[in-house]
């Protein structure tokens, strides 16, 4: 290499390290702030290129500006009448404020999820302790989680994040209460249902009895209207026969006699004992 070459290439050389020490980029997924001797100076940095100055004091510091999903397993609560349960839920969050994020984490994303989760364990431990086993087991999962949310949310703020999401996943038993909750949410059960099949056959009899007083009152109004109607028949056939006899008296004398005779007479077997002087006879008398 020349003599005169070199100069250049040592400008060249200095050139690049000053561009790289001076300029940096912020991708769509991250959050940057500036700081000057440990001092911040800038926090609104967006997605793209930027400048630094001066390079040997200023570093810049990067955040994951995405949603940082943190799972806990294995967790264990009390409840109010001192039961065990072993939980497993996690907790969704992101950064909020870099500035503010930096200065209570140091921008370290692990001491930021171990506050966050000591938070939630907080308000999950005081949740689960204001219910009895029961109660924690037949609540909706989000029931648990939203009665804590809100404060924890509030008390995650000063840390510069945002709680997006507090989620129960699963909720347990030691093994040594298991059987012993299992025995008694059994015996709940049964208790229940034998309650509600009492009220059925309650029911049941009621709507029994019921129809039976109505079947009675229907057939009873029945035979009052067929009696009834069949009075009225008779009464009127009393009057037709009535005004037919007073019409023709030797008539109708005459049409009942062949009435009664055809209904006594000319039947195998049929014997009649009648004096032959008798009414009975009269139009047979007559035709001689």
Do not use: C
């Amino acid at each position: 290499m020349s003599a005169r070459a070199f100069p250049l290439v040592i400008g060249v050389i200095v050139l690049l390290l000053l561009i790289s020490t001076t300029l940096f980029t912020v991708n769509e997924t991250q959050l940057a702030i500036r700081t000057e001797v440990g001092r911040i100076v800038d926090a609104s940095y967006t997605p793209g290129l930027h400048f630094k100055w001066p390079p040997p004091i200023d570093r810049v510091v990067k955040f994951e500006r995405r949603i940082v999903t943190q799972p806990y397993a294995g967790e264990t609560f009390l409840t109010n009448d001192n039961r065990a349960l072993i939980v497993d839920f996690y907790v969704m969050w992101r950064v909020r404020a870099p500035a503010a994020y930096y200065n209570a984490t140091a921008g370290q994303e692990e001491l930021a999820a171990e506050r966050i989760s000591s938070i939630v364990k907080d308000g999950l431990k005081s949740v689960v302790a204001q219910r009895s086993l029961v109660q924690v087991v037949n609540a909706e999962r989000a029931a648990v989680t939203g009665d804590m949310f809100e404060r924890a949310s509030r008390e995650v703020d000063a840390l510069g994040v945002e709680l997006i999401d507090v989620r129960v996943e699963r909720i347990d038993f030691p093994e040594d209460v298991s059987a012993r909750v299992y025995a008694s949410m059994e015996q709940s059960f049964a208790k229940t249902a034998a309650g509600r099949r009492a009220e059925g056959q309650k029911e049941a009899v009621t709507i029994k009895a019921e129809a039976d007083r109505k079947r009675t009152e229907i057939l009873a109004d029945a035979e009052r209207d067929s009696l009834k109607i069949r009075g009225e028949g008779d009464q009127k056939a009393s009057e037709i026969y009535s005004a037919a006899y007073s019409k023709n008296a030797e008539f109708y004398g005459f049409y009942r006699s062949l009435q009664a005779y055809r209904n006594s007479l000319g039947k195998d077997g049929d014997v009649m004992v009648v004096s032959p002087d008798g009414e009975f006879f009269k139009y047979f008398k007559s035709l001689k």
